[in-house]
């Protein structure tokens, strides 16, 4: 079970930590990603990291955000910076130990997913 956190109101320029915990479990061997939906929109593909701590990004965040794990496994960041308006969205924390590396960007690579947490960013 996976349980996002860390959304919130901010101001086009500000920052947040969004984190993704592994409740009941850890995250070895685990390729996790963040995705976000827009009202209105598909869920897209914001970052990822995998089992073996390479990252990946979408070119929309690319430079501001940054996705790490702690070193116990059991929770997964994604920082975001220079927050834009049109970042506004619920984000999800997507896990699966099966994602292969051409298909990362692909929701439906990844099995388990959080509740989501909205991001809010406010011109």
């Known amino acids: 079970q996976l349980v996002e956190s860390g959304g919130g109101l901010v101001q086009a320029g500000g920052s947040l930590r969004l984190s993704c915990a592994a409740s009941?479990?850890?995250?070895?061997?685990?390729?996790v990603g963040w995705f976000r939906q827009a009202p209105g929109k598909e869920r897209e593909f914001v970052a990822t990291v995998r089992w073996n701590g390479h990252t990946y990004y979408a070119d929309s965040v690319k430079g501001r955000s940054t996705v790490s794990r702690d070193d116990a496994k059991t929770t997964v960041f994604l920082q975001m910076n220079s927050l834009k308006p049109e970042d506004t969205a619920v984000y999800y924390c997507a896990a699966s130990s099966t994602v292969i590396l051409s298909a990362v960007m692909s929701p439906t690579q990844y099995g388990s997913w959080g509740q989501g947490t909205l991001v809010t960013v406010s011109s």
């Open positions: 009941g479990n850890t995250f070895r061997g685990y390729t």
